[in-house]
């Protein structure tokens, strides 16, 4: 057999395989150093004592409930830093790298499977470690720049993934590909080890201030460490410097198969067939619930040795270390036995994943659920159920859900793993903040905590365990070209996606209560004529020959927008205060009826309360509603022509103006719901809570019944269809003109356009997923557009039943003008920090 032969005629230190992965594990432990850093150089950076007296003096009483049997020794268990940064501003801190991290991971997996991760990999962490040398200097200048470097590093360790699942599928033979992933991967758990245990050694050095040095090493070793890789490394051996022809074979032949899609001259990425796969999404369901243990103890595992543990912060270093050790040794022993496993076909690859996914979110479950029961008197029992806890996290990394991207897709591995790992990253984001939000004032929460960490590691458990496979699938076999390219929608969409808010602050500013409906409607009309015009005219310019007829699609559209735009930007003002055009009656009136509520959202002094927003069951009321609303919005309004075409039987010209025919009733029925919800609010028939409940059933309920009657119509009805479709779509308008489009600007006119962003990105949403649902279901049968209907009904009757129970249309008490001492940490923050940063002689 060609590994025998490999093995025997290269020596073991001459493998350049093994030299890749090597250098690669030290490029994780530059990785992990640089990004776990900031967690425990907090507790150091960080003034306890005048934060404990900032909230003394708080004229707000806070509640703590603290372990009064393990007391802290004050000269031993903190070292007191300069900055006073509350828990919660802290777990923004934590946070702000993910929001970096999320952003890079996609285009990083297409970018190093079309061109290699060489310089990608390397130029990450080049970049990366220069950033991180100015942390320590940024951080005394103000706490926003030094998120906003974390958010930087953030964006350029989010190559760091994808190219690793790269190199793996073009340097690691399938048989050895657990071992070599597991031990590379252990990279990223010595990192953490180092950072936390030296780091906790460096806090009490008096050396450079004793915490900069942990931002300072890790820059230095990332620095090297990235020229290394760069002189070293080849996307591919067949081009190595140093690798035998032996070698060299060896690896080609283990892996070409299963790479002949990846030229970069050619390379398509098949984004429906991954978006649809229930392999890609059991593996990033099972990825992102892992990732919630990982990073939950990652960056908050200091904290609680701290907080409930009380070791003091050289033990608290060292501790917090001692899960990572245990993890890196079992990553390398999971990935051997793994490979063993498969290569003597005990198990199948997809039942040697689902085992190792099982081990890997169980076990830790169960100790996790122990750990909430520990208190500082158990502290070394809970430090041991730590580290186990922490470590079996390695069979999901040394055989689980880490190497299946290279299992079911290796020659679209880094763009399946940069998907999934976006979607892990989400926990990274979220986690510090749940973290700080229940421990901030009462540390018995860390309970919570736990018990929110086991449930999660099920969830994700269950899900690989019925929907994960570890083969090769279909679609990633062959080549697949004519991809639809999505580069230039999504530039659109990300430029659109301001559109929405824009416009709820617009009514927020110039529409009088009593009007809000009316207007917004108006406004909101406007959507449904464009669709009318695109839906209609589009067919007829198809059928033209001037200029190739379909692109007069496109160019009419840019014509319009771009002169549209000189328009507004010369004729709009933020307020009606300074418009050149407006008389004197018409803005007192308009300033009257919308000030009293706007009276918080002066330029100068705008603080956001995000907490009281994503806590409040109003807002997540109108989110639900929101999203699952535009689902039909978004299933009608990219595959009516498609339905019209292909159940209809209609052809293009009649196709264009039937399937704007909804869209035009739809807009006189936002403006007849907008009138009709000002007149029934304005003369007090009912509440505004009630008017946006009725209108919100109205539009649900009904185009849910209208799509069910659509499920069973043939192109023989096709013109029931068409009146059914249109009466569908129609009733969206109630929830326009006065329905939940409105409700932002209800229950927050102050933060509408937070408000409503946070909504539309949500309701965003279907309109990624919907599109490949629909063609995945009727790709192959057009009868599946009954599925699709199905599937629609039942969505608009959850965000129907979700708005009725919870929505409101009423100022909220959070929104209100004087909410100035709020639990907002921005204001009291920056001024302290902008009167003096640093602390001498404590408060």
Same mark, same amino acid.
């Given at each position: 057999?060609?590994?025998?032969?490999?093995?025997?005629?290269?020596?073991?230190?001459?493998?350049?395989?093994?030299?890749?992965?090597?250098?690669?594990?030290?490029?994780?432990?530059?990785?992990?150093?640089?990004?776990? @850093?900031?967690?425990?150089?907090?507790?150091?950076?960080?003034?306890?004592?005048?934060?404990?007296?900032?909230?003394?003096?708080?004229?707000?009483?806070?509640?703590?409930?603290?372990?009064?049997?393990?007391?802290?020794?004050?000269?031993?268990?903190?070292?007191?830093?300069?900055?006073?940064?509350?828990?919660?501003?802290?777990?923004? #801190?934590?946070?702000?790298?993910?929001?970096?991290?999320?952003?890079?991971?996609?285009?990083?997996?297409?970018?190093?499977?079309?061109?290699?991760?060489?310089?990608?990999?390397?130029?990450?962490?080049?970049?990366?470690?220069?950033?991180?040398?100015?942390?320590?200097? %940024?951080?005394? *200048?103000?706490?926003?720049?030094?998120?906003?470097? $974390?958010?930087?590093?953030?964006?350029?360790?989010?190559? %760091?993934?994808?190219?690793?699942?790269?190199?793996?599928?073009?340097?690691?033979?399938?048989?050895?590909?657990?071992?070599?992933?597991?031990?590379?991967?252990?990279?990223?758990?010595?990192?953490?080890?180092?950072?936390?245990?030296?780091?906790?050694?460096?806090?009490?050095?008096?050396?450079?201030?004793?915490?900069?040095?942990?931002?300072? !090493?890790?820059?230095?070793?990332?620095?090297?460490?990235?020229?290394?890789?760069?002189?070293?490394?080849?996307?591919?051996?067949?081009?190595?410097?140093?690798?035998?022809?032996?070698?060299?074979?060896?690896?080609?032949?283990?892996?070409?198969?299963?790479?002949?899609?990846? @030229?970069?001259?050619?390379?398509?990425?098949?984004?429906?067939?991954?978006?649809?796969?229930?392999?890609?999404?059991?593996?990033?369901?099972?990825?992102?619930? @892992?990732?919630?243990?990982?990073?939950?103890?990652?960056?908050?595992?200091?904290?609680?040795?701290?907080?409930?543990?009380?070791?003091?912060?050289?033990?608290?270093?060292?501790?917090?270390?001692?899960?990572?050790?245990?993890?890196?040794?079992? +990553?390398? +022993?999971?990935?051997?036995?793994?490979?063993?496993?498969?290569? /003597?076909?005990?198990?199948?690859?997809?039942?040697?994943?689902?085992?190792?996914? &099982?081990?890997?979110?169980?076990?830790?479950?169960?100790?996790?659920?122990?750990?909430?029961?520990?208190?500082?008197?158990?502290?070394?029992?809970?430090?041991?159920?730590?580290?186990?806890?922490?470590?079996?996290?390695?069979?999901?990394?040394?055989?689980?859900?880490?190497?299946?991207?290279?299992? #079911?897709?290796?020659?679209?591995?880094?763009?399946?793993?940069?998907?999934?790992?976006?979607?892990?990253?989400?926990?990274?984001?979220?986690?510090?903040?749940?973290?700080?939000?229940?421990?901030?004032?009462?540390?018995?929460?860390?309970?919570?905590?736990?018990?929110?960490?086991?449930?999660?590691?099920?969830?994700?458990?269950?899900?690989?365990?019925?929907?994960?496979?570890?083969?090769?699938?279909?679609?990633?076999?062959?080549? #697949?070209?004519? $991809? *639809? !390219?999505?580069?230039?929608?999504?530039?659109?969409?990300?430029?659109?996606?301001?559109?929405?808010?824009?416009?709820?602050?617009?009514?927020?500013?110039?529409?009088?209560?009593?009007?809000?409906? /009316?207007?917004?409607?108006?406004?909101?009309?406007?959507?449904?004529?464009?669709? +009318?015009?695109?839906?209609?005219?589009?067919?007829?310019?198809?059928?033209?020959?001037?200029?190739?007829?379909?692109?007069? &699609?496109?160019?009419?559209?840019?014509?319009?927008?771009?002169?549209?735009?000189? &328009?507004?930007?010369?004729?709009?003002?933020?307020?009606?205060?300074?418009?050149?055009?407006?008389?004197?009656?018409?803005?007192?009136?308009?300033?009257?009826?919308?000030?009293?509520?706007?009276?918080?959202?002066?330029?100068?002094?705008?603080?956001?309360?995000?907490?009281?927003?994503?806590?409040?069951?109003?807002?997540?009321?109108?989110?639900?509603?929101?999203?699952?609303?535009?689902?039909?919005?978004?299933?009608?309004?990219?595959?009516?022509?498609?339905?019209?075409?292909?159940?209809?039987?209609?052809?293009?010209?009649?196709?264009?103006?039937?399937?704007?025919?909804?869209? #035009?009733?739809?807009?006189?029925?936002?403006?007849? !719901?907008?009138?009709?919800?000002?007149?029934?609010?304005?003369?007090?028939? =009912?509440?505004?809570?009630?008017?946006?409940?009725?209108?919100? %059933?109205?539009?649900?309920?009904?185009?849910?019944?209208?799509?069910?009657?659509?499920?069973?119509?043939?192109?023989?009805?096709?013109?029931?269809?068409?009146?059914?479709?249109?009466?569908?779509?129609?009733?969206?308008?109630?929830?326009?003109?006065?329905?939940?489009? =409105?409700?932002?600007?209800?229950?927050?006119?102050?933060?509408?356009?937070?408000?409503?962003?946070?909504?539309?990105?949500?309701? !965003?949403?279907?309109?990624?997923?919907?599109?490949?649902?629909?063609?995945?279901?009727?790709? /192959?049968?057009?009868?599946?557009?009954?599925?699709?209907?199905?599937?629609?009904?039942?969505?608009?009757?959850?965000?129907?039943?979700?708005?009725?129970?919870?929505?409101?249309?009423?100022?909220?008490?959070?929104?209100?003008?004087?909410? *100035?001492?709020?639990?907002?940490?921005?204001?009291?923050?920056?001024?302290?920090?902008?009167?003096?940063?640093?602390?001498? @002689?404590?408060?």
């Amino acid at each position: 057999m060609k590994e025998t032969n490999s093995k025997s005629s290269v020596p073991f230190w001459r493998l350049m395989r093994i030299a890749v992965t090597f250098l690669g594990f030290l490029g994780m432990i530059a990785h992990f150093t640089q990004k776990v @850093n900031v967690g425990i150089a907090l507790v150091c950076m960080v003034n306890h004592s005048a934060i404990e007296q900032h909230k003394s003096n708080s004229t707000t009483t806070l509640i703590t409930h603290t372990d009064d049997s393990c007391p802290q020794t004050n000269n031993t268990n903190h070292i007191e830093g300069p900055f006073i940064w509350t828990k919660n501003l802290q777990g923004i #801190i934590l946070g702000a790298y993910f929001w970096g991290y999320i952003i890079t991971q996609i285009p990083a997996g297409y970018l190093a499977g079309r061109f290699g991760p060489r310089f990608l990999f390397g130029g990450a962490l080049i970049i990366s470690s220069l950033i991180t040398a100015f942390m320590p200097i %940024i951080a005394n *200048v103000h706490w926003i720049l030094f998120c906003i470097l $974390r958010l930087l590093v953030g964006l350029a360790h989010g190559t %760091i993934w994808p190219c690793m699942t790269v190199i793996m599928a073009h340097w690691a033979p399938v048989h050895e590909r657990g071992k070599l992933m597991g031990f590379m991967n252990a990279g990223a758990q010595a990192g953490n080890a180092f950072a936390l245990s030296i780091g906790g050694l460096m806090c009490s050095w008096h050396f450079a201030g004793g915490w900069p040095l942990i931002f300072y !090493s890790a820059a230095v070793f990332g620095f090297v460490w990235g020229i290394a890789w760069i002189l070293f490394y080849t996307n591919s051996p067949r081009n190595h410097r140093f690798i035998s022809t032996q070698e060299k074979e060896y690896i080609l032949q283990n892996t070409q198969q299963q790479l002949s899609n990846s @030229n970069k001259n050619d390379f398509h990425a098949p984004w429906r067939a991954i978006l649809t796969s229930p392999a890609c999404w059991a593996l990033f369901i099972v990825h992102t619930c @892992n990732n919630w243990g990982t990073y939950t103890f990652l960056t908050s595992t200091p904290k609680y040795m701290d907080e409930v543990l009380k070791f003091n912060i050289k033990s608290n270093g060292f501790l917090s270390a001692l899960p990572y050790i245990g993890l890196w040794l079992n +990553i390398n +022993i999971s990935g051997i036995i793994a490979d063993v496993i498969i290569r /003597k076909k005990l198990l199948t690859t997809t039942n040697t994943r689902k085992l190792f996914n &099982i081990l890997g979110n169980l076990l830790p479950a169960i100790f996790v659920l122990s750990l909430a029961f520990m208190t500082c008197r158990l502290k070394y029992v809970a430090v041991v159920l730590l580290t186990i806890g922490v470590a079996f996290h390695g069979c999901c990394f040394g055989g689980g859900y880490l190497l299946v991207a290279n299992d #079911i897709a290796p020659a679209y591995t880094g763009i399946v793993f940069g998907i999934s790992n976006t979607l892990a990253t989400i926990p990274g984001i979220i986690s510090p903040y749940v973290v700080g939000a229940l421990t901030e004032k009462d540390p018995s929460n860390w309970r919570i905590v736990f018990f929110i960490c086991v449930a999660i590691y099920i969830i994700g458990m269950i899900a690989f365990t019925f929907l994960g496979s570890g083969e090769l699938q279909p679609w990633a076999r062959t080549s #697949i070209a004519a $991809r *639809v !390219s999505f580069e230039n929608p999504l530039s659109i969409g990300l430029i659109h996606g301001a559109v929405w808010p824009c416009m709820t602050v617009i009514m927020a500013h110039w529409a009088p209560v009593h009007e809000r409906g /009316k207007l917004m409607g108006f406004v909101n009309a406007g959507a449904q004529v464009g669709s +009318i015009f695109a839906l209609s005219i589009s067919g007829l310019m198809c059928s033209w020959h001037f200029a190739g007829g379909w692109p007069l &699609i496109f160019y009419s559209a840019a014509v319009f927008g771009f002169v549209w735009g000189i &328009i507004w930007i010369l004729f709009y003002t933020n307020s009606p205060r300074n418009h050149r055009f407006i008389s004197t009656q018409e803005k007192e009136y308009i300033l009257q009826n919308t000030q009293q509520q706007l009276s918080n959202s002066n330029q100068n002094d705008f603080h956001v309360p995000w907490r009281s927003i994503l806590t409040s069951p109003a807002c997540w009321a109108l989110f639900i509603v929101h999203t699952c609303n535009n689902w039909g919005t978004y299933t009608f309004l990219t595959s009516i022509p498609k339905y019209m075409n292909e159940v209809l039987k209609f052809n293009i010209k009649s196709n264009g103006f039937l399937s704007a025919l909804p869209y #035009i009733v739809l807009c006189l029925n936002t403006n007849i !719901s907008g009138i009709t919800a000002d007149v029934i609010i304005r003369k007090n028939l =009912l509440t505004t809570t009630n008017t946006r409940k009725l209108f919100n %059933i109205l539009g649900n309920l009904l185009p849910a019944i209208s799509v069910i009657g659509l499920a069973f119509m043939t192109c023989q009805l096709k013109y029931v269809a068409v009146v059914l479709l249109t009466i569908g779509v129609a009733f969206h308008g109630c929830c326009f003109g006065g329905g939940f489009l =409105l409700v932002a600007n209800d229950i927050a006119p102050a933060y509408t356009g937070i408000v409503f962003g946070i909504s539309n990105a949500l309701s !965003s949403i279907p309109g990624i997923i919907s599109p490949y649902i629909v063609g995945a279901l009727t790709e /192959k049968d057009p009868s599946n557009w009954r599925i699709v209907f199905f599937i629609c009904a039942a969505i608009y009757i959850i965000g129907m039943i979700v708005f009725t129970l919870f929505g409101s249309g009423e100022l909220q008490s959070w929104a209100r003008t004087s909410v *100035v001492a709020r639990v907002s940490f921005e204001n009291s923050l920056s001024k302290e920090n902008d009167q003096s940063v640093k602390i001498n @002689n404590g408060p």
